[in-house]
Structure formats: C-alpha cells, structure tokens
C-alpha cells in the first residue's frame, strides 16, 4: 500500500489549498504548536475521513524531528486505516517515517517514529475501509515501541504490524526487534500459550518458542535470544494485551526459562533482572570457579556450619565446596559486607566489585554517614557449567528463595508449615539439610531451605525424587538406615501436600508453579 500511497500523497500535497483548521493545531514536546491546514476533498470535515480516501493534512512550518520522539496521531472508528508522515530530508519531499497500518477497534494512538533531521511537513490518514475514521489530534512525544491496548483502544507504532485482529481483540503482532540490551516484553489479555516466532530479513527462523502466559503478569524475553533477527511474531488465542522492547534499563528483564537458552557470557557474568520479581538479579556465571570468587565467601558466611556470620580466610574455604547456584537476601548481603567493611577484612576484588554492583542497582544502599543499608530485592545465580538438567532445577529453586525473602505472607506460610511438622518429618529434613551441608542450628535457613526443595520440581516428580534422596541418605548413614526409611515414608505423604499448599499460594500471587519459575518451553534456537 505504501508505494502505490506515495503517488497520491504527491498529488495532494501540490494541488490543493485550505485555511488553517480553526481550534486545531499539531502540539510539540518542546512547547510549540503548529497551525495545520487539511486539503480538502469536498466530502468529508477537516477531522473526518470518510471511506476509501485520504486526508492530508499540512503543517504550517515543518515539524523537526528528534531522535527518540514520536510523532503522535490519534483516531478513531471501526475501518482499515494507514497513516504516513512526509517531509522534506534532502530538498524533495518523500516519506520521513514508515507508515503505521492497522485496524481501528476504536480508539488508536498511532506513534510515527521521527529521526534527527526528519522535517515533517504533511501527515497522511488514509481509510481503506467502509466506514467513517475521525482524526482526534496530532502531538509529539517520547517514543513507544510496539503495541499497547485496553477495552476500547489501541496504541501502536511504525514498527510493529498487527497481523490478526477481531473485534477489537488483537492476537498476532510482528515487531521490529530492539536492541540487544532491550528485551522483548509481552503481557496477554487472557491466561494461555503464547507462541514467538523470530526471523531474519529473509524470513529465515532464528528463534521460536511457546510460553504458558498469565493474566496480570509480563513475560519478558532479553533480545539477545533472537540472535541476529530483525522482527518477532508474537501470536496468542486469548489476545495481546501489549508487547514491546524495553530498552534504557540497568539489566534486560528475563522470563527465568528464557535465560537457560541465551548466549554464554562474554565476561564473567551475564546479568538479568527477573521479569516476576523486577528486583531480583540473576547472575548467570560462566563457570563454578568464577561464581566462587564472588560468592563463594558469601555462602560460607551466610549458611554453613561452623562458618555462619563470620568471614573465612581464603585459606579455609579453598579446599571446601561452596554451592553450585546461589541465593541472598538484602539483610544476608548488608550484614557480609558491612562485617567486611567494619573489620576491614580483606575482601577480593571481585567481592568488591559485586559490592559495588549491588548498590548501582539498589539491593544495598548507603546512609548518609557512609554505612550500608539493605535495599530492595534479592539475588540468586547459577552456572554454565552446570548441565542442562540442573540449571533449570538450580534456577527454580533459587527463584523460590528469592520469592520467600521478598514475600512475607509466603515465609509466614513456609514457617507455619515447618513448625507443622510431626516428629518423623522433622527429623528427615533435619538431616537432610546436615547431609546438605546447612546449618541445621539455623531454623530460619531451615524453612527456607524446606520451601525450595518442596517447590524445585513438579508436585508430579516430588515423591519419585525423595525416595531417590531417601535411599541416599541410608547410604550415607547406615547405622540409622532403618530409621531414615521410616522417617521418609511419612516425611514424603505430608510433603505431598505441603508442596500443593505452597503451589497454591504460588499459582494465586505470582502466577508461579512448583518447577516452573519460569513460563518458557519448546525453545529452538539457530544462531
């Protein structure tokens, strides 16, 4: 439509004249408001279009453009409507933005991406359907990529297509894709599967995947994963609600799944921010001995026996396993660096980087005497150097720590099922967690610990995993196997429900399932 639209805008725009629309004027973000005159075509008012034509309308002095604006355009009725901005870029006049195409529900904000340099003298609605559009107004503004809509109006910009519409429901979009450190962010109108499908400029797949979406909720796929793509289907049988890439933030947002397939860290760590929990970190580090030099001192302090709450020398723990994924609090992480800090202990500097980290993002902050306060969030890690398999069982299972330090309701909940326990239940985790190597004497430690292992794997894989764990324990302590064996034929029944309870909790307030922290699956990538 485009090409064949260009002949007529031309047309248009040299061949007819009109006075300047009385109480209606183009309004910029720097304050300015420019006349527009409308070229009339005998039929329509200067705000409507009736169907199957086109209304040009002309600016009194041209509209500069600016990099990270948008040129605003509002409308509405129930037609297929197209609209362009033309100007002047280099001494004739031609199309300045690409051209929003969609299809009215009712209400609809279309945002024409402007460039530096960009001098918009015309702005083009074209109707190619059968009923009447009304133009409400033209502005600028900063720019909004992809697609936004609500009961009765749609946002969308020039780089996006709405590719199926009914009934003012939308449910497939294709979008231009961001930059690499933006990250695709979706939102449904209803609960269901949503499929991603990215493609380079032939049409090639690069990237595909299916996700279990809810209501209420955003799913949030770093860009990094469609590798060298140019545009993402999105497509969804409840409706997309909104979708766009969101870029100028500290750490690209991630559906917990999607990390598990993005690209290997090209430094230490690669860094996200848990699309659930916007303040959580994720690191994702490149191997075990790395995620030891920042966090491995950390883990002795905050969780094993014998070292709690005090700092090791590296001399101590160098021959000790720390852990293979991590999680800590805001008042975990406070209390390790200000013990450094208090006792001027000599920290690495990796140690003092992720400090220093940690307050960029505001997990820690400082009071105005120079101490460290606690902030908000969490953080939790895992490693590729862990398999597949792991990596998605570490990262559930750190995601629900992460969910009990931020989350009071779902620690009181963990805490009232611990102090449930019947004596046979308490004394299999108990041990448990000492085979583990917790501090068993640290009863806070111990709920949290409960909780996660509870929800780390599907209810469904719950009893098959502890009668594996079972057997393992029997062989670690054979003079107490026959107690360990009765032990766990009650611990398992009442994890059973213990683990239905947690879900339930999870499923109602964070749209989470026990062993699916994350929404992402069927991914196939073709970098």
């Known amino acids: 439509m485009l090409a064949s639209l260009w002949v007529l805008v031309l047309v248009l725009a040299v061949s007819c004249e009109q006075a300047y629309i009385d109480g209606f004027a183009l309004s910029t973000a720097q304050g300015l408001t420019v006349r527009l005159a409308r070229d009339a075509d005998g039929r329509d008012s200067p705000l409507e279009v009736s169907p199957y034509a086109t209304a040009?309308?002309?600016?009194?002095?041209?509209?500069?453009?600016?990099?990270?604006?948008?040129?605003?355009?509002?409308?509405?009725?129930?037609?297929?409507?197209?609209?362009?901005?033309?100007?002047?870029?280099?001494?004739?006049?031609?199309?300045?933005?690409?051209?929003?195409?969609?299809?009215?529900?009712?209400?609809?904000?279309?945002?024409?991406?402007?460039?530096?340099?960009?001098?918009?003298?015309?702005?083009a609605v074209v109707n190619s359907g059968p009923e009447t559009i009304t133009v409400h107004g033209f502005e600028t503004g900063a720019s909004c990529s992809g697609y936004e809509s609500a009961p009765g109006f749609l946002k969308v910009d020039s780089t996006t297509r709405i590719l199926e519409h009914d009934d003012g429901m939308v449910s497939s979009v294709r979008l231009r894709i961001g930059q690499a450190d933006s990250s695709l962010v979706v939102a449904v109108a209803q609960s269901g599967k949503v499929d991603v499908a990215a493609m380079n400029g032939s049409g090639m797949p690069l990237f595909s995947a299916t996700a279990d979406a809810r209501a209420g909720t955003v799913l949030a796929i770093p860009a990094v994963a469609f590798g060298a793509g140019e545009t993402v289907d999105l497509?969804?049988?409840?409706?997309?609600?909104?979708?766009?890439?969101?870029?100028?933030?500290?750490?690209?947002?991630?559906?917990?799944h999607a990390v598990l397939h993005l690209p290997a860290p090209e430094g230490d760590y690669s860094?996200?921010?848990?699309?659930?929990?916007?303040?959580?970190?994720?690191?994702?580090?490149?191997?075990?001995?790395?995620?030891?030099?920042?966090?491995?001192?950390?883990?002795?302090?905050?969780?094993?026996?014998g070292f709690r709450g005090r700092l090791a020398t590296d001399t101590e723990i160098a021959p000790l396993h720390g852990w293979n994924a991590h999680d800590y609090s805001t008042k975990t992480l406070r209390a390790f660096f200000a013990e450094a800090i208090d006792t001027a202990f000599p920290l690495n500097a990796d140690e003092m980087s992720f400090m220093e980290l940690l307050l960029d993002y505001g997990v820690l902050k400082r009071d105005e005497d120079g101490s460290l306060l606690e902030g908000q969030g969490a953080v939790i890690s895992i490693s590729r150097e862990s398999p597949a398999y792991l990596r998605r069982v570490f990262i559930d299972h750190e995601a629900s720590h992460a969910v009990f330090f931020q989350d009071s309701e779902y620690r009181a909940l963990s805490a009232a099922l611990w102090n449930g326990l019947d004596p046979a239940s308490r004394r299999f985790w108990t041990l448990h967690f000492k085979w583990r190597h917790y501090d068993v004497l640290d009863e806070y430690l111990c709920i949290n610990e409960m909780q996660a292992y509870l929800v780390q794997q599907p209810i469904s894989a719950l009893s098959g995993y502890y009668e594996a764990l079972t057997r393992r324990l029997m062989d670690a302590y054979p003079d107490n196997a026959s107690v360990i064996e009765?032990?766990?034929?009650?611990?398992?029944?009442?994890?059973?429900?213990?683990?239905?309870?947690?879900?339930?909790?999870?499923?109602?307030r964070w749209g989470l399932n026990a062993g699916a922290f994350g929404h992402l699956y069927n991914v196939q990538t073709h970098r």
Not at 87 to 112: H, I, M, N
Not at 241 to 246: D, E, I, K, P, V
Request: aromatic share 10%.
């Open 56 to 123: 040009l309308y002309r600016l009194e002095t041209p509209l500069q453009g600016y990099d990270g604006e948008d040129l605003i355009v509002s409308l509405s009725g129930t037609s297929a409507v197209e609209v362009l901005a033309c100007g002047d870029t280099s001494g004739k006049e031609e199309l300045v933005s690409t051209g929003v195409e969609l299809l009215l529900p009712a209400a609809v904000e279309a945002r024409l991406r402007l460039f530096a340099g960009a001098a918009v003298s015309s702005i």
């Open 235 to 256: 497509s969804s049988a409840g409706g997309i609600r909104s979708a766009h890439f969101l870029y100028d933030v500290p750490a690209p947002l991630a559906d917990l």
């Open 271 to 305: 860094l996200y921010r848990w699309d659930a929990l916007p303040a959580t970190l994720v690191f994702d580090f490149k191997d075990y001995d790395t995620q030891d030099r920042y966090l491995k001192r950390l883990a002795f302090f905050a969780e094993k026996p």
């Open 486 to 508: 009765e032990d766990a034929a009650t611990a398992i029944s009442g994890m059973l429900v213990n683990a239905r309870t947690l879900e339930e909790y999870l499923e109602g």
